[in-house]
């Protein structure tokens, strides 16, 4: 499941329930999932609130980094280690606890349940699980593990929210599974689209938001500017693993300043841990960069990422090829996904040599393709209808609106799992195709036997006479 | 499948062809279906024209609806009766034939040709087959036809396209079937929404702009204002069967006639047959109505519907409740949709006495739950991001810039249908588990052998000696 708690770096839900609110303004209870995830989701409620509606945030009191600055009630609560557990479903318990429709906003939902959850199919044969970094064109063993995989989830996957639905059951006085709380989500809000991700079947209930987070770049700072400049015809490389890694091994360190000093573009590299000692003049330590806008000038030639999908959204929306060095997570998905689409190249950060990020690097800055393919993808993804963020703000005020979205969701909720695969019919026409295979075999058998019996039993005896 | 010929009551599809065109303006080749349908493709085309792209319409010679108004080329070939086949995929073939991106409006496709064609999954347990007239909660019974529906769609449908494929095979000299020609559509515009019909899985490439045929009422032409004014407060009920019927039997037609004068409101029948003799002084018989402006007013209170897409669509957007008796094609399962949403009753026209009408006409007038379902199924059908119509040009037009939309293109294209159904991989990991658990018992054998074997001999050997 996507809710894991706020220092988990598996894909994360956030979970807005609301109440009702008839046309213009209503009232919202945020439950938000902490980490980059929230920069995204913020945006959505600061619109919502300046929409006029009211919304209350809760969050635990421990560190957050959302709240602070937003212009709405924010309620904290406190919580233990063991508490943490009930986070990971806690705004789906308090919907299912007051009868609220709710949305959930996810990058995607761990396990098998958004597909339960939202009775979306996803056939195994070209849907690769999430986590195991597979395209959706998988040889012959890729699809046996998909399928192990899945096999995998089913049983193991509620394990992880034993603790969470004990205590749901216990405040909902009634046995709860984790298909109880997510089944009844109105409207999803996934940070994805058929850029990033592979096209699938969907539900009418799943809205696409991906580069949700992609803004028109600002001008830069003037440090960075002067970098730019500085940098000539060769222009810069933007280097940033994301702000949950802030120290990599000294060998590795080293390896990597070894490739980055080879090619001839300044690199910006955002590095909180120690200084490589073999470091070259062209790579500039920063412990922080304006990622999008940096993304954004004409003058970036790439991009060395960790592949979390905010960053791989901003280097698609900005058109720059990307050297991906996947940590956890949906980041090896993501990667597989650019490097499928012929938009970067991966890199294994464990296994890989000062060569190999070398050569990626010269790859992705010289040859063409990798320019060629991400400017496409990035004029698809920017040519939609709606802009994700207008139509994130629309769905929740649609389930504002209409108290839900009940129009949408789908019979099969109302099915068992035999029934659901149809196993009742096709057992039933099977016996029906046999009981009739059987009776016509036993009507050409006694016709046959009519017909040609007493011939045969008179040959029968011809023939044993003749002996 | 959809493309039936001009004449044709099935759901129909209207092609676009599209070559390249980079932004602004495109050239179009538009191979449109005749009957009612072509009414809501042409507002789509119109829009096309007015911005710009350069259109061709092909048509056959025959007296088609469409094109002497519109303000581009319309080229007509002259077609024979065997040459309607081939307008069956015509639009289809000639998209293959030059490799040309193409776009399908259509109502639904008949048979199993969206499914195959789109690669959407259609889980036969909640989703009805089309002409069944299934709701989304079918009965074991129901579910079982729906099964043999399905095997007759693929045991039966390639012999209506026979004729077409043979033709396509020849201009194309390859052999050509229904899935060559489906599984190329960049986009399907599926005049559909889930207010209408059930949800269930869609793909990334197919949009849906149901409604696309409603439009602000316009004022009414001066005798229908005069009727409405004369109506009093009971107000009106408008009553057609749509284009495509002409004349009723005369004992149908007087036992609609009766029902229709023992209501107070004034009936607005279009109706071009002979008149009733029986007709009451409320029945007022038109050749012609502006439907969609006569829904509009306030004043009208239901409407007699063989419940066409458009109408039922129209009926909606304007909220009023509906008596449907559907004659043939998707108008089983428009009014089996509208009857399980409580916006409308339904009667067999066949079988339905004056009585049956009278009783209908009463509850949805006067029972006030037609009329709330309705507004709410109008408030949902309306509340959405874009328009259908700016929602359709938008995506003829992504198609004409991105020449195509392979990024929507979903994998399952590239697997047989074994590999899409998991069958080899199923059945790899069966002979896996069969394997280990024969091992495992062989093993188990010989270690209880080896273990109990002499013990077991023995004691067989002294409870023989003491017989």
């Known amino acids: 499941m996507a809710c894991t708690g706020w220092t988990s770096p598996l894909p994360l839900c956030v979970c807005l329930l609301l109440t009702c609110g008839f046309a213009e303004a209503g009232k919202l209870l945020v439950v938000p999932m902490d980490g980059s995830h929230w920069f995204t989701m ?30 709405c009630t924010v309620k904290t609560y406190s919580t233990s280690y063991t508490l943490e557990d009930l986070d990971r479903e806690f705004g789906l318990i308090v919907a299912k606890y007051f009868s609220l429709p709710s949305v959930v ?32 064109a998988m040889t012959f063993k890729e699809r046996v593990r998909n399928h192990i995989m899945h096999l995998e989830e089913h049983l193991l996957c509620h394990r992880f929210f034993k603790n969470a639905l004990e205590i749901a059951s216990e405040v909902l006085q009634t046995p709860v599974t984790e298909y109880d709380l997510y089944s009844h989500t109105s409207i999803w809000l ?7 991700d592979y096209p699938r079947p969907v539900m009418p209930n799943m809205i696409f938001i991906g580069g949700i987070n992609c803004h028109q770049g600002k ?29 990599i091994p000294e060998k590795k360190a080293m390896a990597i ?23 070259a003049n062209n790579t500039i330590l920063v412990k922080w960069l304006p990622q999008n806008d940096l993304l954004g000038h004409p003058m970036t030639r790439a991009f060395i990422t960790h592949a979390g999908s905010h ?41 890989m040599t000062s060569e190999d990020l ?22 698809l993804h920017k040519d939609r209808p709606v802009e994700p963020l207008d139509l994130a703000v629309f769905w929740v005020e649609f389930v504002m609106r209409h108290k839900g979205a009940p129009h949408l969701r789908p019979a099969a909720h109302d099915l068992t799992w035999y029934q659901y695969h149809s196993l009742d019919v096709i057992g039933f026409l099977l016996a029906v195709a046999l009981t009739v295979a059987f009776i016509t075999f036993k009507c050409c058998a006694y016709g046959y036997r009519k017909c040609f019996g007493k011939k045969g039993r008179v040959k029968k005896a011809h023939k044993s006479k003749t002996h």
């Open 311 to 351: 960053g791989v959204y901003e280097s698609i929306c900005n058109g720059v090829p990307m050297v991906m060095m996947p940590l956890f997570g949906d980041q090896m998905d993501n990667a597989k996904r650019m490097e499928t689409k012929g938009a970067g190249v991966t890199l294994n950060v464990l296994e």
């Open 105 to 136: 906003f996810a990058r995607g939902i761990l396990c098998h349940y958004l597909e339960e959850g939202a009775q979306c199919p996803a056939p195994l044969s070209y849907v690769p699980r999430i986590l195991l970094g597979f395209s959706d």
């Open 257 to 279: 300043a070894d490739a980055l000093g080879k090619i001839p573009q300044t690199v910006l590299w955002r590095y909180t841990g120690t200084r490589p000692s073999n470091l």
């Open 190 to 196: 996934l940070r994805s689209d058929f850029v990033l």
């Open 358 to 379: 070398e050569n990626a690097l010269k790859a992705v800055i010289n040859d063409k393709s990798y320019k060629e393919n991400i400017m496409r993808l990035s004029s």
């Open 219 to 247: 001008s830069l700072p003037m440090e960075f500017e002067a970098y730019i400049n500085a940098s000539g015809e060769h222009g810069i490389v933007v280097f940033s693993l994301g702000s949950m890694v802030s120290e």
């Open 42 to 71: 913020r945006s959505v409620v600061e619109k919502l609130i300046l929409r006029g509606h009211e919304v209350v945030v809760v969050m635990p009191e421990v560190s957050w980094r959302l709240g602070r600055s937003l212009n």
